[in-house]
T-cell receptor, first 117, second 114 residues
């Protein structure tokens, strides 16, 4: 148990569906992250939030829409996804403000395995 | 562009064998260095880190890594692996200079045969 919980663990959706991924951290951290993990590619940082404010968006397509209502919760809203978006989506958190990429230790959730049909 | 190279993509060892996984990076300035591990079906977790000080760092489960600045390397080692070390290992390098980015390697899949 890492203190970072992601739901659902698995998600299958069609290209016209709308779904959301949820992440919750119980560590009292101030920074939260969304990553995409695909086979044979390095971990891709998608979004970063510091104290609920988005501080980084790494050219992520608009079909991915993050939301951070408070420092403990992070959502990733999905709509009109493409098959190439199928991947493991990881949420992470870290102590203290994140500085463009992060030099702090990150604590990861178990991920949501997303399949887009 | 900055990059992190993990030269071994797949490693297969027998129990009690020694392990060394390579990690090289391309940035020449101040760096924070990390090794993360992902056991089958589990979350990514920190194995060890280097921020400053002694370049030989000790991590959990008997792992260690040595930062060699002149070689831009941060290789992971363990003298005697166990079956439970079967996992994916990721090296990550944080550029603490002007372009502050955390760059991840592709990962090395380690399988330890009992």
């Amino acid at each position: 148990e890492t203190g970072v919980t992601q739901t659902p663990r698995h998600l299958v959706m069609g290209m016209t569906n709308k779904k959301s991924l949820k992440c919750e951290q119980h560590l009292g951290h101030n920074a939260m992250y969304w990553y995409k993990q695909s086979a044979k590619k390095p971990l891709e940082l998608m979004f970063v939030y510091n104290f609920k404010e988005q501080t980084e968006n790494n050219s992520v397509p608009s079909r991915f829409s993050p939301e951070c209502p408070n420092s403990s919760h992070l959502f990733l809203h999905l709509h009109t996804l493409q098959p190439e978006d199928s991947a493991l989506y990881l949420c992470a958190s870290s102590q203290g403000p994140h500085i463009a990429g992060g030099g702090n230790i990150q604590y990861f959730g178990a991920g949501t395995r997303l399949s887009v049909l | 562009a900055q990059s992190v190279s993990q030269h071994n993509h797949h490693v297969i060892l027998s129990e009690a064998a020694s392990l060394e996984l390579g990690c090289n990076y391309s940035y020449g300035g101040t760096v924070n260095l990390f090794w993360y591990v992902q056991y089958p079906g589990q979350h990514l977790q920190l194995l060890l880190k280097y921020f400053s000080g002694d370049p030989l760092v000790k991590g959990i489960k008997g792992f260690e890594a040595e930062f060699i600045k002149s070689k831009f390397s941060f290789n992971l080692r363990k003298p005697s692996v166990q079956w439970s070390d079967t996992a994916e290992y990721f090296c990550a390098v944080y550029n603490a200079g002007n372009n502050r980015k955390l760059i991840w390697g592709l990962g090395t899949s380690l399988a330890v045969n009992p």
